[in-house]
Nanobody, 126 residues
Framework: QVQLVESGGGLVQPGGSLRLSCAAS????????IGWFRQAPGKEREGPTC????????YFADSVMGRFIISRDNAKNTVDLEMKRLQFEDTAVYYC???????????????????WGQGTQVTISS
């Protein structure tokens, strides 16, 4: 069965860190662009923070630039999102998505991604 599963969400204090993982099953992430999106209650979906596994190209939304790192673990067939200096505004459900992208970059529109995970909740609270 082809699917993406996110894990690693939770509750963390402002200024803290959290690492999310997106695990693919039923297919290899080789050649895919993997994007992390997030959606807070009452707000539009934001993102992506993305890695093209074929070219290595990275893309970061302005709101997370310098705080989030995206990396791939080939052995585990996962793409991880390391989040640092978390802020209240980072509270959201985080989704990973994947698409076999013809270009060397990352698609920026959510509707360009083909596979989606179910999401994992990240809550920043003191």
């Amino acid at each position: 069965q082809v699917q993406l599963v996110e894990s690693g969400g939770g509750l963390v204090q402002p200024g803290g860190s959290l690492r999310l993982s997106c695990a693919a099953s039923g297919f290899s992430l080789d050649g895919y662009s993997i994007g992390w999106f997030r959606q807070a209650p009452g707000k539009e979906r934001e993102g992506p923070t993305c890695k093209n596994t074929r070219s290595g190209t990275l893309y970061f939304a302005d709101s997370v630039m310098g705080r989030f790192i995206i990396s791939r673990d080939n052995a585990k067939n996962t793409v991880d999102l390391e989040m640092k200096r978390l802020q209240f505004e980072d509270t959201a459900v985080y989704y990973c998505a994947a698409v076999k992208y013809a270009d060397f970059g990352c698609p920026l529109a959510a509707n360009e991604y083909y596979y989606w995970g179910q999401g994992t909740q990240v809550t920043i609270s003191s």
